[in-house]
Structure formats: structure tokens, C-alpha cells
């Protein structure tokens, strides 16, 4: 079977640069990303190709040379669900902020409204693909909503989990480690649904990075893949206490350890914590599936590396209060980055947030300074967390656009995202401007401390 018209329900990170690939690499294929957000999909259709809404290296140019050729982005979700032989569905999977499994499970209300949708419209048979992250079994509620429409289409189901990393989205999309299509590979229909993707995606990846497995192990292996780099992380920082204890250096062994094959090299780095929207969502989601089958030590393992990932946020701020003469009451920090890594202007679970947050509820004054996150992003992400009034978070808070303005008079300067610039900055001018002694803490070890220390710096860095 040939699929002639896609549709992606979801314009967001993952659906719009994962269809600006696939209408790139496969130009006899239409592809219709649709979404209810009209302001986003407005933005996907400026003319100006660099106002497109996410920033992402290398995307501008892909959907430049697809757009109206065999890109579209449209608001008519109807149009496109009726149009398309294969539907990919890629909106968001929060963590649920209300009812049964509240602040665990994942929030399925934008799933199963879209298959409900998909339902209601189809005409003629669908592949219907999940893109998004889901709990293992989703396929099972969605087959069931589609199903029992009576309307006599066929469905088969997909899940076709996405790995791509935020700031290096469209390299992984070209270059994938693997590709894994999960379907019902017992019945003809199925292994056609299936070879039916496959086919899509060997445009431009090679035959043997694409792994076809059951729905099920295909749904769980995208929550495991998610859990086991977040378990390194909490793992490296476990380690990078210990450190600081010993006189070991985190660096090092890390790369000790990660000189070993069966170890590896890659997701060794130790840092304030991780963030992004999806390693807690997806570890929560794991928890509570575990939980929800009664096997409470499987769930309590994997709760371990959230709990470590908050200790190491939260140390990392009460040692700036410890190391301020216990107390930063009306002190100035200086925030050198909010996005939750380099090369990116998310700062969905960012831990400079979650950092800021501690240190003004010591009354600590913070001057935030990162290259691409807009000052009203920082503000929403400071005032959802309900801590404080808004106008306590404006009065306590200022945003700059100077890294050299944010240290100015300040009492410490935290670094928080890895920005490449924030190595190359004037630190001695930094130092000058600062009110002594000068504190500077790096949480991402991205400084060197030799020079540091020799400026003048009472410098403390994770994991030394
Ligand atoms: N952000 C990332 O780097 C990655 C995310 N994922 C997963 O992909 C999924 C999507 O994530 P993001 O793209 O980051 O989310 P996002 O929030 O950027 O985009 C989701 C989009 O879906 C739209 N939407 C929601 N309900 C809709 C409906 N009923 N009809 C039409 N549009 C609807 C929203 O308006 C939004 O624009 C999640 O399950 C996430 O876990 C997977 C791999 C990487
Ligand atoms: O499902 C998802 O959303 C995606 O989640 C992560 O991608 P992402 O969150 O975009 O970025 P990562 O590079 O994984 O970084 C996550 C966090 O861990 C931190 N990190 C990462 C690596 C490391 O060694 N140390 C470390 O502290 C980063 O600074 C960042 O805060 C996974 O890497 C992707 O494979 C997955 O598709």
C-alpha cells in the first residue's frame, strides 16, 4: 500500500519538524500538519521562514524548501483527517494536574479527543500512527473509541514513539539511531500497516535502523528509553555529591567510568538537574503504570531518579544560601541561563526555576540573563508555580538582556544552562563589577575553575 496523504494532528516540537522531514525526503507524499492553536499555525505559515515557532538549527531551511510544495500547515483539522490514508497523532501527553493519578499518570484527554475526532470524520480506511509519548496499552483505548463508531472504516494502529532531542531535533531526524514502528504484526492488515511506514521512512534511513515490534513493547520502549537517560543523569549526580565529599572529581570519573564500552561515554555529565517537558512526565508515567499493576518496587526504583533529580536541585541552592554567610535575605543572584539546555528556548521544567523558586522564598533578589528565552516566558514559568503573588515574582525578579548587567553589584552569579557564550564572557570585568567576596557557582561545570580562582572568584562547581 502507498500512502498518498499524511495528516499530523499536533504542530508542535515534535509533529511540525518530524513532517518537515518526512515532506522533505518523500515529495510524492502530501503532508498536512494541523492544529487547533491558530496562532501557531499561523506562525508555521509566516512568510518569513524565520519566524516559524520553534527554533530549532537546521529547520528554517527544510520547511522553506517544502512549504506548499508537499508541507501544508492549516487549522481545517476535518479536511485533513478525511483527506489523509495515514494520521499521525502528536499533541501533548502532560503529566495530569487533576482526579485519579493526579501529579503521576499522563493526561490522554487531547488523545482521545483526537480519536474521536478521526472517528466521527473518516469516510475511508486509516493507518492511525501514535507519535506521541503514551502509557503502554494506549493502542488498545484508542482501537476501541474507533472501533465502535459503526461507521465500517478500518483502522490499524501504529505506535511510532519519537527520539529526537530538543536543539538537535533535525539531525536526529535525518540521522536516527533507529526508527521503531510498533504494530499488529499477527494479522495481514497489520504487517500491511506497518510496511506501509516503513516504507515511508526508508526514503532516507537505512533498512536496518528500522525495528518492528508489537504495539506494546514499541509504546513501553519509548518510556524506557526516556527513563534509563534520565537514570543516568540522577546517576552521575548521585556521584557528584559524593564527590564534593571526597575530593574526587565528578569530570573524571565520569570519564573513567564512561571509557568502559559496556558503559559508555554519552549522558555522563553532571548538572543542576535535568529538565525538559518530557524525563519526569514520562518517569511519572512509569511509576504510576507500575503502580496501577501492583509492583510497588519496580515503581519505587524508577521514582528514585525524580528524587534525586529534586535533591540535586534543591542542593544546589541551599548551598548558594550556605555559602552566602547562611543567608541571601535581600541579597542580588545573578542567573546566567533559564532554558533547560543549550541551543533551545524551552524552559518547560527548567531547574533554574525551580532554583529561583527556593532562593526567593530566602528573599534573594534575582537578575536573570539567558540568550533566546523571552522575559515573559520566565515570568509565566516563575508565576505557575503559585509560590508568590505576581507582583512579588516582577518586584523580586528583573530580566536582562546583558550578561554584564545581571552580575553588576550582584553578591553571586549562578550558572545554570550550558550556553557556549557564558565560556568566552569577560569574567574578569564580571568579577570587578561584583560586590566582594565574589561568589560563583557553576552548576553545569561548564567554567574552568584554575582561572577562576585566579580572577578572584570564591568559585564552587557540581561535583568538585
Ligand atoms: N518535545 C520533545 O522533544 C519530544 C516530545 N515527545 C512527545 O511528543 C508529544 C508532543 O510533544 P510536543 O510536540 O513537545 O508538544 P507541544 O505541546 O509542543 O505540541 C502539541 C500540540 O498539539 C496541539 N493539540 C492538542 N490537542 C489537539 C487537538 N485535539 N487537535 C489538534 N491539535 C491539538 C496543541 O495545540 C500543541 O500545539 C508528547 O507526547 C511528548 O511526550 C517525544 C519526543 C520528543
Ligand atoms: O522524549 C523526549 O522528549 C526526549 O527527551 C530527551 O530529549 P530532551 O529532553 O530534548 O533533551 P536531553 O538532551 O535529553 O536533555 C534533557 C535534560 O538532561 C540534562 N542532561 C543531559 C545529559 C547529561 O549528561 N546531563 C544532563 O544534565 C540536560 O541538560 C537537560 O536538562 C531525550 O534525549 C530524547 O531522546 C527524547 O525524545
Not at 538537574?273 to 514520562?282: E, N, T
Request: charged residues 25%.
Amino acid at each position: 500500500m502507498k500512502i498518498k496523504n499524511i495528516c499530523c494532528i499536533g504542530a508542535g516540537y515534535v509533529g511540525g519538524p518530524t513532517m518537515a522531514v518526512i515532506a522533505q525526503k518523500c515529495p510524492e507524499i502530501n503532508v498536512t500538519v494541523v492544529d487547533i492553536n491558530e496562532k501557531r499555525i499561523a506562525a508555521w505559515n509566516d512568510k518569513d521562514v524565520e519566524n516559524i515557532p520553534i527554533y530549532e538549527p537546521g529547520l528554517s531551511k527544510i520547511v522553506a524548501e517544502a512549504r506548499g510544495r508537499n508541507l501544508f500547515f492549516s487549522t481545517d483539522i476535518d479536511s485533513a483527517i478525511d483527506k489523509a490514508d495515514m494520521i499521525f497523532i502528536s499533541v501533548n501527553t502532560p503529566t495530569k494536574t487533576y482526579g485519579i493519578g493526579k501529579g503521576m499518570a499522563a493526561d490522554l484527554k487531547y488523545i482521545e479527543l483526537c480519536a474521536r475526532q478521526i472517528a466521527r470524520v473518516s469516510k475511508s480506511d486509516k493507518i492511525v500512527v501514535e507519535k506521541s509519548t503514551l502509557p503502554v496499552r494506549t493502542a488498545e483505548a484508542l482501537k476501541n473509541i474507533l472501533d465502535n463508531t459503526g461507521n465500517g472504516v478500518n483502522y490499524q494502529i501504529l505506535s511510532n514513539p519519537e527520539f529526537l532531542a530538543e536543539g538537535t531535533a533535525v539531525d536526529d531526524l535525518l540521522s536516527p539511531d533507529r526508527v521503531l514502528i510498533g504494530g499488529d504484526i499477527d494479522t495481514k492488515k497489520g504487517k500491511e500497516a506497518v510496511q506501509a511506514l516503513v516504507d515511508v521512512y526508508t526514503h532516507w534511513v537505512p533498512n536496518e535502523r528500522i525495528l518492528t515490534t508489537n504495539v506494546w513493547s514499541s509504546e513501553l520502549s519509548k518510556l524506557t528509553a526516556n527513563a534509563f537517560l534520565a537514570q543516568r543523569v540522577s546517576s552521575i549526580n548521585a556521584m557528584s555529591e559524593l564527590c564534593e565529599k571526597t575530593g574526587a572529581d565528578v569530570n573524571e570519573v565520569a570519564r573513567a567510568v564512561g571509557m568502559d564500552s559496556r558503559i559508555g561515554p554519552k549522558f555522563l555529565k553532571s548538572s543542576v538537574g535535568f529538565g525538559g517537558s518530557c524525563f519526569q512526565k514520562d518517569i511519572l508515567n512509569l511509576v504510576y503504570i507500575a503502580k496501577s499493576f501492583g509492583l510497588y518496587e519496580v515503581a519505587d526504583y524508577w521514582e528514585q531518579v525524580i528524587i534525586m533529580n529534586d535533591h540535586q536541585k534543591r542542593r544546589f541552592a541551599a548551598n548558594i544560601v550556605k555559602t552566602l554567610f547562611n543567608t541571601v535575605s535581600g541579597k542580588k543572584i545573578a542567573f546566567l541561563g533559564w532554558a533547560f539546555k543549550k541551543d533551545t528556548n524551552d524552559t518547560r521544567e527548567s531547574a533554574s526555576i525551580y532554583v529561583a523558586d527556593y532562593l526567593l522564598n530566602e528573599q534573594a533578589e534575582i537578575v536573570i540573563y539567558d540568550p533566546k528565552v523571552k522575559e515573559e516566558q520566565i515570568y509565566a514559568d516563575l508565576d505557575y508555580l503559585n509560590s508568590r503573588t505576581e507582583e512579588e515574582n516582577r518586584k523580586r525578579v528583573s530580566v536582562v538582556k546583558d550578561p554584564y548587567e545581571a552580575g553588576k553589584e550582584a553578591h553571586a552569579i549562578a550558572v545554570l544552562t550550558e550556553w557556549d557564550e557564558f565560556r568566552t564572557l569577560d569574567w574578569k570585568k564580571l568579577y570587578e563589577d561584583m560586590l566582594k567576596p565574589a561568589f560563583l557557582f557553576d552548576g553545569r561545570r561548564l567554567l574552568d575553575r584554575k582561572t577562576k580562582e585566579d580572577i578572584g572568584f570564591d568559585f564552587y562547581a557540581i561535583g568538585s
